[in-house]
T-cell receptor, first 113, second 114 residues
Framework: EPEVTQTPSHQVTQMGQEVILRCVPI?????FYWYRQILGQKVEFLVS????????KSEIFDDQFSVERPDGSNFTLKIRSTKLEDSAMYFC???????????FGPGTRLTVL | GENVEQHPSTLSVQEGDSAVIKCTYS??????FPWYKQELGKGPQLIID?????GEKKDQRIAVTLNKTAKHFSLHITETQPEDSAVYFC?????????????FGQGTTLQVKP
């Protein structure tokens, strides 16, 4: 069964460093998302991406965040200068055209020291 | 703004009993309501969903009901088993703008005691 994959599974970084989280969505999906989950809290929407551009972003998704689909298969989330409060689990999700079902990846645990 | 409230935050039942988790949503434009199960260290897995043109949907031991007037939807698990133990999240999505953004509830930790 097709699935969303994410790498790395765990990323440790120093405050102020840049990180790139990578996702490979399900191959025929056209809508892509990033969510985050701070330990013990709800899953929060960050950004949605369709037709090679951001379609919606939350207040969390400030200028430090960016997304890219560089090669037609990967979907990346970049945090330019990480803060301690960016420590969270980051989930990528994808959705096919015409349906609402979002399929989530296993997540990347980001730890900012 | 858009919000989804979920109750209870924790739920403990005996194996074989039923479990009910309830959610309310604020955005009247919401038209899609999925439920996700999250096991420790894993991503959310879709277990059932319902669209706003339907009042109830059932899949084996799992059912979801939707009351659009009250902006309320619920997950019902019957004949619970220990492997049902996990965190369950409800979510709502609005068709507005067709971005598919999901707004999640706070989650319910379900413990099924053998």
């Amino acid at each position: 069964e097709p699935e969303v994959t994410q790498t790395p599974s765990h990323q440790v970084t120093q405050m102020g460093q840049e990180v790139i989280l990578r996702c490979v969505p399900i191959s025929n999906h056209l809508y892509f998302y990033w969510y985050r989950q701070i330990l013990g809290q709800k899953v929060e929407f960050l950004v949605s991406f369709y037709n090679n551009e951001i379609s919606e972003k939350s207040e969390i998704f400030d200028d430090q965040f960016s997304v890219e689909r560089p090669d037609g298969s990967n979907f990346t989330l970049k945090i330019r200068s990480t803060k301690l409060e960016d420590s969270a689990m980051y989930f990528c999700a994808s959705m096919s055209q015409g349906y609402n079902e979002q399929f989530f990846g296993p997540g990347t645990r980001l730890t900012v020291l | 703004g858009e919000n989804v409230e979920q109750h209870p935050s924790t739920l403990s039942v005996q194996e074989g009993d039923s479990a009910v988790i309830k959610c309310t949503y604020s955005d009247s434009a919401s038209n899609y309501f999925p439920w996700y199960k999250q096991e420790l260290g894993k991503g959310p897995q879709l277990i059932i969903d319902i669209r706003s043109n339907v009042g109830e949907k059932k899949d084996q031991r799992i059912a979801v009901t939707l009351n659009k007037t009250a902006k309320h939807f619920s997950l019902h698990i019957t004949e619970t088993q220990p492997e049902d133990s996990a965190v369950y999240f409800c979510a709502a999505s609005s068709g507005s703008g067709n971005t598919g953004k999901l707004i999640f509830g706070q989650g319910t930790t379900l413990q099924v005691k053998p």
